[in-house]
């Protein structure tokens, strides 16, 4: 069995700021990285941010990555992740805050298994025909809305440069329940949970970032059942395009809270052969 590639999207927030999704396919795994938004100035990794540098990074190892499974690859995953770290770093951490984290969501086609393994909020839905089921956990409803509305009305609009925001986002990725891929090995296995499923030939598979996936969290604008529909109708281009279009129009973060106008948008639509 082998992926074959569809479609995919990966939009930045706004037209002047790095994408730091990042996606990757070959014949046996597919990916999505989501590198976390810096809390802090350029300078421990040089002139790169952390979340490009995550994301870079990450993407390389998977890209040269061969191992037979998907417990393996994490493994490697982290293990380059960490040497990489300690090899680019220019001075000491500030803080946890500064460690450079990201969301990831791996799927790799062991024989006739399909192996997932995530951290944080990227997403795996698999469709066979008319059953779908989430491989990951599904998107967290509205758990990015009630934080930032607890900040107060219109938060986003300051794409979480505000003091304020940036405590708050500090102070969550210190929390002892964060999770996600970071340099830390031990923090990364810790964060990741991994899942096994039989898989077919002519087999969907949807992964994708947050970003794209507030369309059906924070937005509502579909539910499951009604966004494979559209991209079977539509595609992801037109979807990702309908996704700007809702945060523009509320580019004031008031109708929907959240901490910025648009996210980086990423989506991957495989179907499984063989």
């Given at each position: 069995m082998h992926f074959e590639l569809l479609q995919s999207v990966s939009l930045n927030g706004s037209f002047d700021r790095a994408n730091e999704d990042r996606i990757g396919i070959s014949p046996q795994s597919a990916w999505v990285i989501d590198g976390a938004t810096d809390l802090?100035?350029?300078?421990?990794?040089?002139?790169?941010?952390?979340?490009?540098?995550i994301a870079f990074t990450a993407d390389a190892a998977l890209s040269s990555c061969k191992e037979p499974d998907a417990a393996s690859t994490c493994r490697r995953l982290f293990a380059c992740l960490a040497e990489k770290f300690e090899a680019?770093?220019?001075?000491?951490?500030?803080?946890?805050?500064?460690?450079?984290?990201a969301a990831f969501a791996l799927?790799?086609?062991?024989?006739?298994?399909?192996?997932?393994?995530?951290?944080a909020d990227c997403y795996v839905l698999?469709?066979?025909?008319?059953?779908?089921?989430?491989?990951?956990?599904p998107p967290k409803t509205s758990s990015e809305s009630n934080e930032a509305r607890a900040l107060g009305v219109g938060i986003g609009a300051q794409r979480v440069r505000s003091k304020v925001t940036i405590e708050n986002r500090r102070a969550k990725r210190c929390?002892?329940?964060?999770?996600?891929?970071?340099?830390?090995?031990?923090?990364?296995t810790r964060s990741t949970n991994c899942t096994s499923t039989s898989i077919q030939d002519g087999d969907n598979l949807l992964?994708?970032?947050?970003?794209?996936?507030?369309?059906?969290?924070?937005y509502g604008a579909y539910d499951t059942d009604s966004l494979i529909e559209a991209i079977r109708a539509?595609?992801?281009a037109c979807l990702a395009s309908e996704l700007r279009t809702i945060e523009q129009e509320d580019a004031a973060c008031v109708k929907f809270p959240r901490f910025k106008i648009g996210d980086d948008a990423t989506a991957l639509w495989i179907r499984i052969i063989g």
């Open positions: 802090a100035e350029p300078g421990l990794l040089k002139d790169q941010g952390g979340a490009a540098w680019d770093k220019q001075r000491d951490i500030q803080g946890d805050w500064e460690i450079p984290t799927a790799q086609i062991v024989n006739d298994k399909l192996q997932v393994a995530w951290a698999h469709v066979s025909g008319l059953v779908y089921s989430w491989c990951t956990e929390s002892p329940d964060y999770t996600a891929l970071s340099p830390d090995t031990e923090a990364s992964i994708m970032s947050d970003g794209f996936a507030n369309i059906i969290d924070i539509k595609g992801l």
